[in-house]
C-alpha cells in the first residue's frame, strides 16, 4: 500500500526564518508525490509535486521541495517564511497500483503557525 | 482559470435525512474524486469516477452512492444521515488521459452538518 506520513502536528517558526514541512513516504514502484496546502475553511491548494526529474522540485509561492530516495522523504522548504503561510499542510502520493486509478493518500497533514 | 465548483457550500441536515452534494469538475477534466475530510483529520478518499464510469473506491459507507452525469459533472447522495457524517467533503477533478501523475484539483468542499 502506497502511504506517507508526516511526524510533525504542528511546526513553529518566526516570520523571515526557514521553515520545512517533513513528509516521508512508502510506496511499492516510482513515488508521485504532492503537498498540498489549506487555509481555514478552503479547499486544497496545490504547492508542487515530484514525478521525476531534478530532486529539487520547484512550486508556487515560494515553496520548494527536495526528493530524497535513500531516505525516502519529501521535505517541505521555503527559504523564508511569512506570516501568511500559516496554514494547514498536508503530503500526498499518489497511488497508481493497479486498480486505484490514481487516488490520493494523504498524510495527517502539519499545522504551520509563523509568528510575526 | 475555471476552477472546481461544489455546490452547495454549507448544508445542515437531521439525522436519517438525505443529502445530495453536487461537483461540477474543470473543463476537459475526466476523472471525479470525492473525499471527506473530518474534524482535524486528513482526507480520506470515497469514490472516484473516470468517463463516467466508477473507477475507485474507498471507504465509502454503503448508505452513501455517487454516479457522474454525462456533462461530467458528479453527485453525492447520502441517505441516513449520521451524526458521525458531519464533515468537509472535496470534490477533486483530473485529467487523467495520456497523463497519469497529474494533480488534481480540489473545489472548495461542502461542510455538511448532522444534527
Known amino acids: 500500500a502506497q502511504s506517507v506520513a508526516q511526524p510533525e502536528d504542528q511546526v513553529n517558526v518566526a516570520e523571515g526564518n526557514p521553515l520545512t514541512v517533513k513528509c516521508t513516504y512508502s510506496v511499492s514502484g516510482n513515488p508521485y508525490l504532492f503537498w498540498y496546502v489549506q487555509y481555514p475553511n478552503r479547499g486544497l491548494q496545490f504547492l508542487l509535486k515530484?514525478?521525476?526529474?531534478?530532486?529539487l522540485v520547484k512550486g508556487s509561492y515560494g515553496f520548494e521541495a527536495e526528493f530524497n530516495k535513500s531516505q525516502t522523504s519529501f521535505h517541505l522548504k521555503k527559504p523564508s517564511a511569512l506570516v501568511s503561510d500559516s496554514a494547514l499542510y498536508f503530503c500526498a502520493v499518489r497511488d497508481m497500483t493497479t486498480d486505484s486509478w490514481g487516488k490520493f493518500q494523504f498524510g495527517a497533514g502539519t499545522q504551520v503557525v509563523v509568528t510575526p | 482559470a475555471a476552477g472546481v465548483i461544489q455546490s452547495p457550500r454549507h448544508l445542515i441536515k437531521e439525522k436519517r435525512e438525505t443529502a445530495t452534494l453536487k461537483c461540477y469538475p474543470i473543463p476537459r477534466h475526466d476523472t471525479v474524486y470525492w473525499y471527506q475530510q473530518g474534524p482535524g483529520q486528513d482526507p480520506q478518499f470515497l469514490i472516484s469516477?473516470?468517463?463516467?464510469?466508477?473507477?475507485d473506491k474507498g471507504s465509502i459507507p454503503d448508505r452513501f452512492s455517487a454516479q457522474q452525469f454525462s456533462d461530467y459533472h458528479s453527485e453525492l447522495n447520502m441517505s441516513s444521515l449520521e451524526l458521525g457524517d458531519s464533515a468537509l467533503y472535496f470534490c477533486a477533478s483530473s485529467l487523467q488521459s495520456g497523463q497519469s501523475y497529474n494533480e488534481q484539483f480540489f473545489g472548495p468542499g461542502t461542510r455538511l452538518t448532522v444534527l
Open positions: 469516477f473516470y468517463e463516467k464510469m466508477q473507477s
Open positions: 515530484y514525478i521525476t526529474g531534478d530532486n
